[in-house]
């Protein structure tokens, strides 16, 4: 598995827990790498990193937790996996409150870290794909005129070209002069594609 994937952002305090884990995923073919610290994370983060975040909860420092509000306060948008020896109830609500994907306890078998891991590599995959596919519609979006973009949104809630011509005091034939318009700029050839595009920006 190449890191075009995504890494895993390994983040723990013990030098040991770091390399055994490291070796563990490259093994497995999953890009990592290693921070002793949430600190050091955050100082060399870049807003072009994808994957996932896998913390420790306790930490010298900065501990998982504030890590994670310092992630939700930059806005850095990684899958968030808390992997620590210190688990009780409230730590599990606190963690998943703030956003947490899921919560493991060391020692962890390597079947289950690998399968929640690679679970967190695809949902940020997912995640940055249908941005990419909003910023897309967005920018078509943005081809239209104001009218264009009023009778879309009419089309999009399911009215037809004779109630959108009547609501808008046009003919019905001005109304497919604008449908072919705006199925011209977004680059749709049906109905269907209209109401896609316009659903992906919302």
């Not at 093994?27 to 807003?47: D, M, N, V």
């Not at 590599?121 to 995640?127: M, N, S, T």
């Not at 910023?135 to 264009?148: D, I, V, Y």
């Not at 749709?188 to 992906?200: E, F, G, N, P, Q």
Request: charged content about 25%; glycine content about 6%.
């Amino acid at each position: 598995m190449s890191d075009s994937y995504g890494t895993v952002f390994l983040i723990d305090d013990d030098a040991g827990v770091r390399d055994s884990l490291g070796l563990l995923l490259s093994l497995k073919g999953i890009h990592t790498q290693l921070f002793a610290s949430a600190e050091s994370f955050l100082g060399a983060y870049r807003p072009d990193w994808h994957g996932c975040v896998l913390t420790d909860l306790r930490m010298p420092g900065m501990s998982g937790l504030e890590l994670q509000s310092a992630l939700l306060r930059q806005q850095i948008d990684l899958p968030v996996v808390v992997l620590t020896a210190h688990g009780d109830i409230t730590t599990v609500r606190a963690t998943l409150k703030n956003g947490a994907l899921d919560f493991l306890e060391k020692p962890v078998e390597d079947d289950i870290l690998l399968e929640v891991l690679q679970n967190a590599l695809r949902i940020d995959r997912e995640r940055r794909v249908s941005a990419t596919a909003r910023a897309a519609a967005s920018g078509r979006l943005a081809r239209l005129t104001a009218r264009e973009r009023e009778i879309l949104g009419l089309l999009a809630s399911g009215r037809q070209n004779v109630d959108i011509a009547s609501e808008l005091g046009i003919s019905p034939r001005t109304v497919e002069v604008h449908k072919a318009r705006i199925m011209e700029k977004l680059d749709c050839r049906s109905l269907a594609d209209l109401i896609r595009v316009s659903l992906t920006t919302e």
